[in-house]
């Protein structure tokens, strides 16, 4: 009579068992587009972008610190079709070894830092190119001191986490601090 009860249990927990693992087969297996689909989708919605930091300016108006964005070329080389043309362009642009970045270009990745910190004419140039995963769009902001070295020991500077050190932007930094908000990446 009590052998029967567990035998029941067990064929329970083993068909419970099947209809989970049915289930992770059916939602990995034959869904895997929909939700792969799904999650590039929501990949870059909102972000949390960093404002920017506040001036420093000498009585004359004159400004002793000031925050820039600070433009960087990214390419996705997976997306790109035709990596001969993306990387002549490349290299004619901002006279680099044509070989190095179409090595770059050849690689399985998602994304690889092409420059650092081009100017906007460039930036423009590389979007008006219509060449296919190129992104010159993303940008850092980074503290610039327009009068290099003067009064610099009164403004002090900003440490790697971009808090104030010393000085002016150290005392300071609760009211210069950027304050971070919700954006579109």
């Known amino acids: 009579m009590r052998n029967w009860r567990i035998n029941l249990f067990f064929i329970f927990v083993i068909l419970f068992g099947a209809a989970i693992i049915g289930r992770l087969i059916y939602l990995q297996i034959f869904l895997k587009d929909y939700y792969l689909a799904l999650a590039q989708g929501q990949k870059n919605i909102l972000a949390i972008s960093n404002g920017k930091r506040g001036n420093v300016f000498l009585s ?57 910190d081009i100017s906007e004419e460039v930036q423009k140039l590389v979007k008006d190119s219509g060449i296919s995963g190129l992104d010159p769009t993303q940008s850092t902001m980074v503290r610039k001191y327009p009068q290099k070295e003067m009064a610099s020991q009164i403004i002090g500077f900003l440490g ?26």
């Open 60 to 116: 004359g108006g004159q400004i002793l610190a000031t925050s820039v964005k600070k433009f960087s070329l990214y390419a996705y080389p997976k997306r790109i079709e035709k990596k001969e043309e993306a990387a002549n362009f490349i290299a004619k642009s901002f006279s680099l070894d044509k070989e190095l970045i179409l090595s770059i270009l050849k690689k399985d990745t998602d994304l690889e830092l092409i420059k650092d």
């Open 160 to 185: 790697g986490e971009g808090v104030g050190q010393y000085g002016i932007e150290g005392f300071y930094n609760d009211v210069l601090e950027p304050k971070d908000s919700f954006g579109e990446n």
